[in-house]
């Protein structure tokens, strides 16, 4: 994921850690700042994945967490719970509409939006400006 994304630090070089995307932490900061919308951005890095894990919950101790925790140091505790979805495998970097983006990325994008409860209103399918799929509605 590093690699494709070149997740690399400007000065350094340093390589950034990257990951699934943790839903449970998206709604926690939804819940702190009140999105009126969401921005995807980088969908084509997973354009080679079979498979994508989302996380969609925690267990902390082996019982199931609702919510992200308020106490962080909990936080090296918890074990996170993935949702395992279809990839597309396909690019995305020509799409320039969501009609044009495959049924599984719009399947992501979906369970992203119904998780966090806040529209997706842009996504990000490449580099250039042009790059980015405004969304009237999903």
Request: charged residues 25%; negative net charge; proline residues 2%.
């Amino acid at each position: 994921m590093a690699d494709i994304g070149h997740e690399y630090g400007v000065t350094t070089g340093r390589r950034r850690r990257c990951g699934w995307l943790d839903l449970m932490v998206l709604k926690y900061s939804n819940m702190v700042n009140g999105f009126t919308k969401l921005a995807i951005t980088k969908l084509d890095i997973l354009d080679s994945f079979t498979e994508l894990k989302i996380c969609t919950g925690y267990k902390l101790d082996g019982a199931d967490l609702k919510s992200f925790p308020a106490d962080h140091s909990l936080l090296e505790r918890i074990e996170p719970v993935y949702t395992t979805i279809k990839g597309w495998e396909c690019t995305t970097v020509d799409c320039r509409s969501y009609d044009e983006l495959p049924e599984q990325a719009k399947k992501y994008l979906q369970v992203i939006q119904d998780f966090v409860g806040v529209k997706i209103n842009w996504v990000g399918v490449g580099q250039s400006r042009d790059s980015i799929i405004v969304i009237e509605q999903l």
